[in-house]
């Protein structure tokens, strides 16, 4: 049956959805984990990442990103849907303009992985999802406005799109006079390596205008060698590597394990580049850290690391012209 689909494909279909297969592969108790989460937002985790975690650990910084646990039951009123205001920034079917030069495109609601801290956890991609109909709409709606001069591809995992639909959406992109380079939001090269191909490296590279490609790895544990080698083969000149992390309580919330972030990745060919605060979303209250505990870690960084290798600590505010820059 996937006999004709490309190798990264295939890893992708091969992931654990289900919750008790992945913890007994992991040599750990079927009962840890909670069905109701699961239901709420469902699991997925491609074999790759799944081979990076600690067998009989519960605790391993990996496991904890993606096991659907109890603790997301617990929903203070603060923590929504919507935590960071896109549906009311949407312009257009799937363009969300919220900062001035940029626009952003929901180009898929599907990922490799599904983040348990995730801020689109509860995004109803069905309605604002990219489709042949609406990408005429889009791109009418950046071609008529000159002063967007960057196209952020996001989701999702817009590099869950085939070569080919990437190919000829960015290539309509980048033929428009007014947009200078184009950004790409995705987990994919950290989560499921083997879709770093040839192929997208070439259409990356080939492209007459900058690609700049912002990854989402939150823990040294996820820079595998294989993880190493495709973002090094992704180190080209028309592709900027950059990375953005959230912080998370109880898995990357001390200053060693952001410190051997910002070095692996630096290793990697990828420069850290934001370290969010986390977005209230629904379901994610218990991996939330105080923004007082994040300055005080972020002063640590400031004082083990060069200034290239810190993060900048920024937040999401509903309503504001840029992301907030705490520090
Ligand atoms: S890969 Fe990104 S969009 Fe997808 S679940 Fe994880 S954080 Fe959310």
Request: glycine share 4%; with cysteine; charged share 20%.
């Amino acid at each position: 049956m996937t006999a004709h689909l490309p190798s990264w494909q295939k890893d992708l279909a091969a992931g654990f959805s289900n919750p008790e297969a992945l913890l007994q592969y992991l040599k750990l108790d079927f009962k840890a984990y909670s069905a109701q989460a699961r239901d709420d937002f469902s699991m997925r985790v491609p074999l790759s990442y799944a081979a990076c975690m600690q067998k009989g650990e519960p605790s391993d910084p990996l496991l904890m990103q993606v096991l659907p646990i109890a603790d997301e039951l617990n929903n203070p009123v603060d923590f929504q849907d919507d935590p960071v205001g896109d549906l009311a920034a949407i312009t257009e079917n799937c363009i969300i303009h919220k900062y001035q030069g940029r626009v952003l495109l929901i180009i898929t609601g599907g990922c490799a992985i599904n983040c348990r801290f995730c801020f689109r956890r509860n995004f109803p991609y069905a309605n604002v999802q990219l489709n042949t109909q609406k990408e005429g709409i889009a791109l009418n709606y950046i071609r008529g406005n000159s002063t967007i001069h960057e196209v952020i591809l996001s989701g999702g995992d817009p590099l869950l799109l085939s070569d080919q639909r990437l190919k000829a959406l960015l290539q309509k992109l980048s033929s428009i006079a007014h947009i200078k380079r184009i950004r790409i939001h995705t987990r994919l090269p950290i989560v499921l390596s083997t879709r770093v191909t040839t192929e997208l490296i070439r259409i990356l590279n080939n492209l007459p205008i900058p690609v700049i490609m912002v990854m989402h790895c939150n823990h040294a544990h996820e820079l595998s060698e294989q993880v190493i080698t495709a973002c090094l083969a992704l180190k080209q000149p028309n592709i900027t590597l950059l990375n953005q992390s959230v912080l998370l309580k109880g898995i990357n919330d001390n200053a060693q394990v952001l410190q051997a972030l910002s070095e692996k990745l630096f290793t990697t060919g990828v420069l850290p580049y934001y370290l969010h605060l986390l977005d209230k979303a629904k379901g994610t209250a218990h991996f939330e850290m105080s923004q007082i505990k994040a300055i005080k870690l972020h002063q640590k960084l400031q004082q083990v690391l060069p200034g290239y290798l810190v993060p900048k600590l920024v937040k999401e505010q509903q309503g504001e012209v840029a992301k907030t820059l705490i520090i």
